[in-house]
């Protein structure tokens, strides 16, 4: 195969992951209290329930991840936005 195939694959910009509309705050918002609730409680269900922490160790645990997971909840968003639209491509077709 020549070089400027493989040049062409990997060095081609992705237009799925570029974003289709302007950033809208309140997406932005919602992504972020989805992700900051989720974790919170899924996390303290596990750490009390499954591994043994005490309450207080398991809130002061999820307290500490509340700021991680600010950071991380818009390009989770942004990911989830991506793979919704990737899913919409291929519809599901009764038997």
């Known amino acids: 195969m020549p070089k400027a195939f493989f040049d062409s694959l990997l060095f081609r910009e992705i237009p799925e992951l570029?974003?289709?509309?302007p950033f809208c705050i309140r997406?932005?918002?919602?992504?972020?209290f989805a992700m900051v609730v989720f974790c919170f409680v899924t996390g303290m269900l596990i750490e009390v329930l499954v591994s043994g922490m005490t309450f207080e160790q398991s809130l002061a645990s999820r307290l500490l991840s509340i700021p991680v997971n600010i950071a991380i909840a818009w390009p989770y968003g942004?990911?989830?936005d991506w793979?919704?639209?990737?899913?919409r491509k291929y519809p599901v077709r009764a038997p």
């Open 18 to 21: 570029k974003p289709k509309a």
């Open 27 to 32: 997406n932005a918002a919602a992504d972020t």
């Open 83 to 87: 793979a919704l639209r990737q899913a």
């Open 78 to 80: 942004v990911f989830r």
